[in-house]
């Protein structure tokens, strides 16, 4: 069955410093989404990206974030300067067109120390 | 926001016996429903979904019911097996969008 990818797995990184998590999605989806859950909390929506283009993001996504799809496989994340607060479960998730379910990855767990 | 609730955060169900898993909404923008399986360290898993139009889907042992006058929305597990343990999250979609939202989970225990 077709799989959502993300690595790495786990992430550690000092506050300040830039982190990439990277995901590959399905790949005859044409919508991609970033969301975290803090550990505890609810799962957030981040943004969703669709022809090659930020569609939607929420309150969370702020200039320290940037998503990009360089290659037409990748899907990635970008936090500029962590903070400690940043430290959460990452999860991408991609879907076709139409009313299907999203299908989410494993998430990378992002440690900021 | 809360505005997808859970409002019990676990449940404890006899194997064989049916799960009632419930989820309150209070946005009247949202068209699509979904519930989501998620075991510890991995991600959501999708199970079973509604649209606003229906009050019913049925797959295999899931059944999701639809009470749009209530913003309701319960998942049923019949019969209930040791391997559904795990936490549910109940998620909705909004008609204006394409993001979902989630509800803080249930996390689900099936006894043997």
């Known amino acids: 069955e077709p799989e959502v990818t993300q690595t790495p797995s786990h992430q550690v990184t000092q506050m300040g410093q830039e982190v990439i998590l990277r995901c590959v999605p399905i790949?005859?989806?044409?919508?991609f989404y970033w969301y975290r859950q803090i550990l505890g909390q609810k799962v957030e929506f981040l943004v969703s990206?669709?022809?090659?283009?930020?569609?939607?993001k929420s309150e969370i996504f702020d200039d320290q974030f940037s998503v990009e799809r360089p290659d037409g496989s990748n899907f990635t994340l970008k936090i500029r300067s962590t903070k400690l607060e940043d430290s959460a479960m990452y999860f991408c998730a991609s879907r076709p067109d139409g009313p299907y379910g999203y299908t989410f990855g494993s998430g990378t767990r992002l440690t900021v120390v | 926001d809360q505005q997808v609730k859970q409002n019990s955060p676990s449940l404890s169900v006899q194997e064989g016996r049916i799960s009632i898993l419930n989820c309150d909404y209070t946005?009247?923008?949202?068209?699509?429903f979904l519930w989501y399986k998620k075991y510890p360290a991995e991600g959501p898993t999708f199970l079973i979904s509604?649209?606003?139009?229906?009050d019913k889907n049925e797959d295999g042992r899931f059944t999701v019911f639809l009470n749009k006058s209530a913003k309701h929305l319960s998942l049923h597990i019949v019969p209930s097996q040791p391997g559904d343990s795990a936490v549910y999250f109940c998620a909705a979609r909004n008609n204006a969008g394409n993001m979902l939202t989630f509800g803080g989970g249930t996390r689900l225990m099936v006894k043997p």
């Open positions: 946005n009247s923008m949202f068209d699509y």
């Open positions: 790949s005859n989806h044409l919508y």
């Open positions: 509604i649209s606003s139009i229906k």
């Open positions: 990206f669709y022809n090659n283009e930020i569609s939607e």
